[in-house]
């Protein structure tokens, strides 16, 4: 589970369920408290993808006093799950993450967890021994994920556990599913208690319907202050204080809660699971001013500028940098010119160890001295080095598709996850990741294009990188000539520019060879492919160009079939659910053109030619050519793909499914010649 990293989606989706499934509320379920009934169906059997289903599933959180931290956030789960077949069997593993704090400030605490299996009428428990948790992994942030799993599962075993956190960072208000994506869940609530005196922001996403109440009431809190001198300084003393506080009391409930389960075409599934976040914004002490915490985006930018992990190298004089910097411009007055020098340079000689990073993992100077590190030490580095030319550059900061939306309104630095360069040429701005080895000036590999992002400047400009700007366009051309029993022809194909750079990867690490083999298989009959080259290796801003010959034997049989699509054709939909409960979010819009001119061979007929077509999406939002004629004994085909938006509805998707069925039965159909009498 990556609940740091999910989204909020600005619209709703209503999702009804047609199982007839039982209600239960809080009272119904009290741990250790299994009656042989509740081994009844559950309703969700219905659900073929479901090995399991979460009965309930209750949270509880609330302040409450200690003598040495004062208030501390208490965190209460309660689950139970009816284990449905052994593909279920993973749900008997549970993973609690949370952050253990330099000094062990975290408490995990009270667990208990238990199977129950019935045997006849009887309900046997076997409970979990307590030396049965241990400590997954701590990472080098201070998150741990503390694990077990329960014992004496099979299959329709019903199995419960419960914990409860204790934290005094106010941060890490817990958050709280109402979906899982993997098991359907029949009840769920969450309850929060807050003190007056904090203020959170509620962050939502999902598309299930959800109650929610809001009452009122009273709570006696003991509060741990530092006490502060004239000048705002600490004094190292504590004084601790009780006050009765007014609480908000906030509830949310769902019931019959579908499994949301990830498919193609998808940024991030915690984009759309259904839950809720929660931010600290302000205290709001009594008889103190208010002492906000989530800040602006002119304040983020403060903090990163003078972070060492970040930007306080930056504007150093970074002497080590001088002379090569001087080397690479000299001779160049044209700023585009120059950041062109220092990026190629950059991007071809360092080595990017990790593509999931923000900030620093060591010093400007060890990055340059060792040729190496994650995307933000390249990217920073380049930034360093095109200031060091005297060029207007900022480090510009994002979240890429796999990590989850930002929010443009909330300069919550968690939520991001990339660092790049912004260039500012005057007359245009220049985004450059020099951490990926095949991209050209100024292009961004498409996991960037993931909405709102923040160039950290002075004015703290924000970015949309839509994936509706995007273009992937790919052409590709053939010639069919029959002679001597043979049909010979030529191909000629530019690929997308995404495509041109993974097979430069591919081909600088298996060879030329290792590319074409393959192709030749790829054709309908015995196929040899001859004069193959591929052109623009070297020059990573243009796609790739590749051309061969080839030469194809058909049989002995008097009818020649010949898809016109040769090895280009759609295989299969790539979209295969009969519905989606959440949006398509391809990653660019798409442009394929394929132009065939057949010559039909000596000693042949056209005995049938497929149908022309043409079909669009939702009158411009793409479109489907399938041009076919013929003129004598030569065959012109034309084949188009398009889509013109990258982001679908769940509303669309029946449509954008229809439009691609139509697609891959279009392009399967075949050419037939027949050998004349």
């Not at 014992?151 to 556990?161: D, H, L, M, N, R």
């Not at 074409?516 to 015995?526: L, Q, R, T, V």
Request: hydrophobic share 35%.
């Amino acid at each position: 589970m990556r609940p740091q990293q999910v989204g909020m989606f600005p619209f709703a989706l209503f999702m009804g369920i047609v199982l007839s499934l039982n209600v239960f509320s809080q009272d119904k379920i009290k741990f250790g408290k299994v009656d042989p009934k509740d081994f009844s169906k559950t309703g969700f059997e219905q659900d073929t993808g479901a090995h399991a289903v979460i009965i309930s599933d209750i949270g509880e959180a609330s302040f409450e006093s200690e003598r040495v931290n004062g208030l501390v956030l208490v965190f209460k789960r309660h689950t139970r799950i009816r284990i449905l077949d052994k593909n279920g069997y993973d749900a008997a593993t549970v993973k609690i993450h949370y952050y253990k704090g330099e000094t062990d400030e975290n408490k995990l605490k009270d667990i208990k967890a238990t199977t129950y299996n019935l045997e006849g009428t009887k309900v046997v428990e076997t409970k979990m021994d307590s030396k049965s948790i241990f400590t997954d992994k701590i990472d080098k942030k201070g998150d741990v994920v503390q694990k077990f799993t329960l014992p004496a599962v099979k299959e329709g075993s019903i199995i419960e556990y419960t914990y409860t956190l204790a934290t005094p960072y106010k941060m890490r208000l817990h958050p709280w599913q109402f979906q899982s994506t993997n098991y359907p869940t029949i009840y769920n609530r969450y309850e929060v208690t807050v003190p007056e005196f904090y203020e959170y922001i509620f962050l939502r996403s999902g598309y299930i319907p959800v109650k929610e109440n809001k009452s009122q009431g009273h709570q006696s809190l003991t509060i741990a202050y530092d006490e502060e001198n004239a000048y705002g300084g600490k004094t190292g003393h504590t004084q601790y204080y009780t006050i009765n506080s007014v609480t908000n009391i906030y509830k949310w409930e769902a019931e019959n809660v579908p499994a949301l389960r990830e498919e193609e075409f998808t940024t991030s599934i915690w984009n759309h699971v259904s839950m809720i976040q929660f931010q600290l914004s302000a205290y709001r002490y009594p008889d103190q001013p208010v002492k906000p915490v989530l800040g602006t985006w002119g304040k983020l930018y403060e903090e990163l500028k003078k972070s060492e992990y970040f930007g306080d190298g930056l504007d150093k004089n970074n002497g080590f940098l001088g002379d090569k910097v001087d080397e690479l411009i000299k001779g160049l007055t044209d700023d585009t010119a120059k950041a062109r020098r220092i990026y190629n340079y950059v991007r071809s000689n360092f080595t990017c160890t990790s593509h999931d990073d923000l900030y620093l993992s060591q010093s400007l100077k060890a990055i340059y001295s060792s040729h190496s590190g994650n995307d933000a030490d390249i990217n920073l580095l380049l930034v360093a080095m095109l200031r060091r030319a005297g060029l207007n550059v900022y480090p510009l900061i994002l979240s890429t598709r796999d990590n989850g939306v930002t929010y443009e309104m909330y300069p919550m630095v968690g939520r991001f996850n990339y660092t790049i360069a912004a260039l500012n040429t005057g007359e245009e701005w220049y985004f450059l990741d020099a951490s990926e080895p095949y991209l050209g000036f100024g292009h961004l590999d498409y996991t960037c294009y993931n909405g709102h992002a923040r160039i950290m400047s002075p004015e703290v400009i924000p970015v949309s990188l839509d994936p509706n700007t995007l273009l992937e366009a790919k052409s590709t051309y053939v010639t069919l000539v029959g002679d001597s029993g043979k049909i010979k022809g030529f191909f000629s194909q530019k690929p997308t520019y995404y495509e041109s750079c993974k097979m430069r990867a591919d081909i600088v690490k298996n060879g030329k060879d290792a590319y074409f083999k393959p192709i030749a298989k790829g054709f309908s009959m015995e196929t040899t492919i001859s004069n193959a080259e591929i052109s623009d290796m070297d020059d990573y801003e243009v796609p790739l160009s590749v051309k061969y010959d080839f030469e194809m034997t058909p049989d002995d049989a008097g009818m020649l079939y010949l898809n016109p699509m040769l090895m280009e054709a759609y295989k299969s939909n790539p979209f295969k659910s009969l519905e989606r409960r959440y949006p398509v979010e391809m990653p660019y819009l798409m442009d394929e053109v394929y132009t065939l001119n057949l010559i039909v061979p000596e000693g042949y007929v056209i005995e049938e030619l497929p149908k022309s077509t043409m079909v669009k999406l939702n009158e411009d939002e793409g479109q489907f050519q399938y041009l076919i004629q013929q003129n004598e004994n030569t065959i012109q085909f034309r084949c188009r793909v398009q889509l013109n938006k990258a982001t679908f509805t769940p509303d669309d998707y029946s449509t954008l499914r229809d439009f691609f069925d139509l697609i891959v039965k279009k392009q399967s159909e075949q050419i037939v010649l027949k050998k004349k009498a």
